[in-house]
């Protein structure tokens, strides 16, 4: 025996599919109360909201966010997705929480999440660059050290998913799908590295949500007893904009740095780390730029970076 889905129902279950919620994702904030949800959806949805409250109780709060749509022009068919972005406020600091993220049309399934903690909260960080989707070995690992609560947050620094833009974007879903186990529980910040230069950065600037308003390039945030500082340094080698970035950049650090290093501050946070995709140097066997004496981020971030090593050695 056969049956036969009349065709108003495939339509109606193809309609849902599409506004389903996927690659969810926490990011941090300038202020530790606050966490920003992101999330895709391929149809845009009448709202952008995150239901939420503490763990085991009642989702009893409600955030509404915003949508952008990032149309991606690259592969055989191209596709439109749509960015959802929530920032919720007034958390409790190492806190557990329930969420969902949705909208009427869709709801995602319920995520749980721990806060961030602030001043002398110990906080132990997942570091690591050059993370593809496929042969991405590592992720069942974070994956475990996310369940488990061992880690309060993820720092990639570059080079995502090998690469975010590949087959229309298609390989940038695969990849934030399947970190989504880590990355819906803990923060998951990034930086930019060479492979994401496709479109002026376009899938790294659209899919991410970090602090700021700076394309997600550069960016600081504190957690724990440390200041966090993230920098692009592709600025140094795809000079799409000439050298205006550089520059917003460098002005950008001064400042932070500045009051990074008051006395109030050092005070509560005495550590300043930096990330970035591309290091000064480096002792591999290869032409890579860190490898030559004179290279190209030492010599273009040169006065920044002792800027950086002078805060160090206080």
């Excluded at 488990?148 to 570059?158: E, P, Y």
């Excluded at 390989?171 to 002026?200: C, Q, R, T």
């Amino acid at each position: 025996m056969q049956f036969l889905l009349p065709l108003f129902c495939v339509v109606a279950i193809s309609e849902w599919a599409l506004t389903a919620p996927e690659q969810v994702m926490i990011a941090a904030t300038e202020q530790y109360s606050e966490l920003v949800i992101t999330w895709v959806t391929f149809e845009s949805t009448s709202t952008s909201q995150v239901l939420y409250g503490l763990n085991g109780g009642p989702l009893s709060n409600v955030a509404y966010g915003s949508e952008t749509e990032f149309v991606h022009k690259e592969g055989k068919k191209p596709l439109t997705r749509y960015i959802h972005r929530v920032n919720l406020t007034n958390l409790l600091p190492l806190t557990k929480y329930d969420y969902m993220c949705g909208s009427l049309a869709n709801w995602s399934k319920l995520f749980t999440m721990r806060t961030l903690g602030d001043g002398t909260s110990p906080t132990t960080l997942a570091v690591f660059g050059d993370l593809g989707y496929k042969n991405g070995q590592s992720i069942y690992s974070l994956i475990s050290e996310a369940t488990n609560g061992t880690i309060d947050g993820v720092l990639h620094c570059g080079d995502i998913a090998y690469n975010l833009f590949n087959d229309g974007g298609r390989n940038g879903d695969d990849f934030l799908n399947a970190i989504e186990p880590i990355s819906s529980k803990v923060p998951y910040m990034v930086a930019p590295g060479n492979h994401e230069w496709l479109h002026n950065f376009s899938d790294y600037q659209y899919r991410f949500s970090m602090p700021g308003n700076t394309f997600n390039g550069y960016y600081s945030w504190n957690v724990g007893s440390a200041h966090i500082i993230s920098l692009t340094t592709e600025i140094y080698f795809f000079l799409w904009d000439g050298i205006d970035l550089i520059k917003q950049q460098y002005d950008w650090l001064v400042q932070d740095l500045q009051k990074a290093t008051s006395k109030e501050q050092r005070a509560k946070y005495p550590w300043i780390i930096t990330m970035a995709h591309h290091p000064m140097y480096c002792s591999t066997t290869d032409e890579d730029d860190c490898n030559h004496r004179d290279s190209v981020v030492s010599r273009a971030g040169g006065v920044v970076w002792m800027f950086v090593c002078g805060v160090c050695s206080i």
